[in-house]
C-alpha cells in the first residue's frame, strides 16, 4: 500500500513538474537525492545499451541467416528480419531516452552543487568541494561523451538494416537475396564498430557509478 501511495505522489508531482526542478524537489523530500537519482540513471543507461549490442549483435545473425537462406519461405524470413529491425530501433530509442534523462539530472545536480558552494564560510572546504565538483563534472563530460558516440554508431547500422527489410520487402526472390549478401560485410564492419564502442561505453558507466560511491 505504502508503495502505491508513494508511486501515485510521484506520478502527481511529474505531472505538476514536468520532470523538471519541482520533480527533484519531491524525490529529495522522499529521500532520494540527486546523485542517487543520477546513478540510477547511469546504471538504467548503461544497461539499455547493453541490451540494445546484445539486440543488434541478434538482428545481424538473422541477416546473415536470410543471405544463407535455404529453406522455408522469404516471406517469412522478411517478417523476421523486419522484427529484427524494429526491435533494433525500439532498443536504439530506450539508449538515446536513457542518455537524457541523464544528461538532465546531471544538469540539476551540478548546477545545485555549483550554488552550495557558496554557502561555505571555510575557504578550504570550499575549494576542496570545488575540485571535486571540476573532477566529477571531467567524469562526468568523459561518460556523456562515450554513450553520445556510441549511440552516434546506432544510426549507420539501422539505416542499412532498414535498406536491407525494405529491399527484401519489395524484392522477394533470389535475386534479391544475392544483392544482400554484397552488403553483409559493410554491416558485419558497422556492428562490429558499434558492439565496442557501447563496450567501452559500458565501462565509463561502470567507473563513473564506482566513482558517485566514493
Known sequence: ????????????????????????????????????????????????????????????????????????????????????????????????DRIESVEDVAEALFDEWQDEITQYSSAKLRRSSQAKLAETQNRYNR???????????????????????????HNLNAKAIAALEGELSAIRGDVDVLVREMEKSIAEADAFIRTLDQ
Request: net charge positive; glycine share 4%; proline share 1%.
Open 143 to 169: 561518460l556523456l561523451r562515450a554513450m553520445k558516440r556510441a549511440s552516434s554508431r546506432m544510426d549507420p547500422v539501422l539505416a542499412a538494416f532498414k535498406d536491407q527489410v525494405l529491399y527484401l520487402k
Open 1 to 96: 500500500m505504502k508503495r502505491i501511495v508513494l508511486f501515485a505522489f510521484v506520478a502527481v508531482a511529474l505531472m505538476a513538474a514536468g520532470c523538471g526542478k519541482a520533480y527533484y524537489a519531491t524525490m529529495e523530500k522522499m529521500g532520494y537525492e540527486k546523485r542517487e537519482i543520477m546513478a540510477d540513471r547511469v546504471v538504467d543507461a548503461r544497461d539499455a545499451q547493453q541490451d540494445a549490442k546484445e539486440q543488434f549483435a541478434s538482428a545481424l545473425d538473422m541477416f546473415k541467416s536470410v543471405v544463407n537462406f535455404n529453406g522455408g519461405t522469404l516471406e517469412e524470413k522478411y517478417e523476421t528480419l523486419n522484427d529484427e529491425y524494429e526491435a533494433s530501433e525500439a532498443r536504439a530509442q530506450k539508449v538515446r
